[in-house]
């Protein structure tokens, strides 16, 4: 994805440790992906390809939970928020695909359920809640 667009991905939440914005608290949110990129053609190419990506893993989990009898969960669904990062600070604004853009995006992808409430995923799943992941030598929320 990154060598496609040239985005910055970062992957955040709860446990995370980053915090956020302007309260500079971190996000309620217990997992997101972040997709930053200066350019409108490489942040759409990035949103879409992390679209495909999370599609294939949200199909090969379901399938997963099929195959261990534990039922169809349904297919979980991608939640976005958009907003610009601009010289003074982060500001939700509505994003219009029509017009031309002249400040860098962020991009939160948010993994979320609509077919079922509250899904189950490994504990491993979730993030680390200090550095534990990182003596590991992978990802904060890779399934191990």
């Not at 995006?105 to 359920?113: D, E, I, Q, V």
């Amino acid at each position: 994805i990154v060598g496609l667009s040239n985005a910055k991905l970062r992957l955040r939440g709860q446990g995370s440790g980053y915090l956020e914005g302007a309260v500079r608290q971190e996000s309620p949110d217990p997992l997101h992906l972040c997709i930053s990129c200066i350019n409108r053609d490489g942040y759409l190419a990035a949103v879409e390809e992390t679209k495909t990506l999370l599609r294939r893993v949200y199909t090969e989990w379901r399938n997963f939970q099929i195959n261990k009898g534990r039922g169809d969960p349904g297919m979980m669904e991608i939640q976005m928020k958009e907003h610009f990062l601009t010289a003074a600070g982060e500001r939700d604004l509505d994003m219009d695909y029509t017009q031309p853009m002249s400040t860098p995006m962020n991009h939160h992808l948010l993994p979320t359920s609509r077919p079922i409430p509250s899904p189950r995923f490994p504990p491993s799943y979730y993030p680390a809640n200090n550095h534990a992941a990182s003596n590991r030598g992978g990802p904060y929320n890779y399934p191990r």
